[in-house]
């Protein structure tokens, strides 16, 4: 019954390395998005899909590309990992509209790289 | 862009004090204003939000203030316990812009 789940939770790796994470959500939103919180807390806003377009793409590295196969689901893919790229990172979604907009964050994937 | 700058960045208050946290935005069109709360170690969770067509909005011993015209929001929180302590943040987005700019967030602390 979970509304937005991310996998893994944690992901330990090594510099250089690729890996993904993945988002998933059930409320039917039309809208998804990643964040990267760092050390300091700050929750920065790094892509967001609407209906599977993307429609923000805040400055990130092209290391790092998202993909919505469909409404329900965001992957991230970051290649060649750096020790800057440890944070916690967020999956939200929400449903656009003239009265709604709260987003509704998952659990949240710690990546750690060494 | 918009850009979301909120005071102060770690406040400590005594239970029952109450507890105010403040943000200012630059984009005039914006016209959502939610405000977020995030344990340790969880997931930020909105607990409040307010449009631009209201300047107050209250539940229970949270309420959330807007001027428009000063471009500024406040966060207020009356009777504080300790389960509210956590990081709150404000955010700033215009209608189907599918994007919130986030303030840097405030770390209340709630002493019993």
């Known amino acids: 019954d979970t509304a937005v789940s991310q996998t893994p939770k944690y992901l330990v790796t090594q510099m250089g390395n690729d890996k993904s994470i993945k988002c998933e959500q059930n409320?039917?939103?039309?809208?998804m998005y990643w964040y990267k919180q760092d050390s300091k807390k700050f929750l920065k806003i790094m892509f967001s899909?609407?209906?599977?377009?993307?429609?923000i793409n805040e400055t990130v590295p092209n290391r790092f590309s998202p993909k919505s196969p469909d409404k329900a689901h965001l992957n991230l893919h970051i290649n060649s990992l750096e020790l800057g790229d440890s944070a916690v990172y967020f999956c939200a979604s929400s449903q656009l509209s003239l009265t709604e907009e709260t987003q509704y964050f998952g659990p949240g994937t710690r990546l750690l790289v060494l | 862009g918009e850009n979301v700058e909120q005071h102060p960045s770690t406040l400590s208050v005594q239970e029952g004090d109450s507890a105010v946290i403040k943000c200012t935005y630059s984009d005039s069109a914006s016209n959502y204003f939610p405000w977020y709360k995030q344990e340790l170690g969880k997931r930020p969770q909105l607990i409040i939000d307010?449009?631009?067509?209201?300047g107050e909005k209250k539940d229970q011993r949270i309420a959330v203030t807007l001027n428009k015209t000063a471009k500024h929001f406040s966060l207020h929180i009356t009777e504080t316990q300790p389960e509210d302590s956590a990081v709150y943040f404000c955010?700033?987005?215009?209608?189907?812009?599918?994007?919130?700019?986030f303030g840097d967030g405030t770390t209340l602390t709630v002493k019993p």
């Open positions: 409320l039917g939103h039309d809208t």
């Open positions: 899909y609407n209906n599977k377009e993307l429609i």
């Open positions: 955010a700033a987005s215009y209608t189907n812009a599918g994007k919130s700019t």
């Open positions: 307010i449009r631009s067509n209201v």
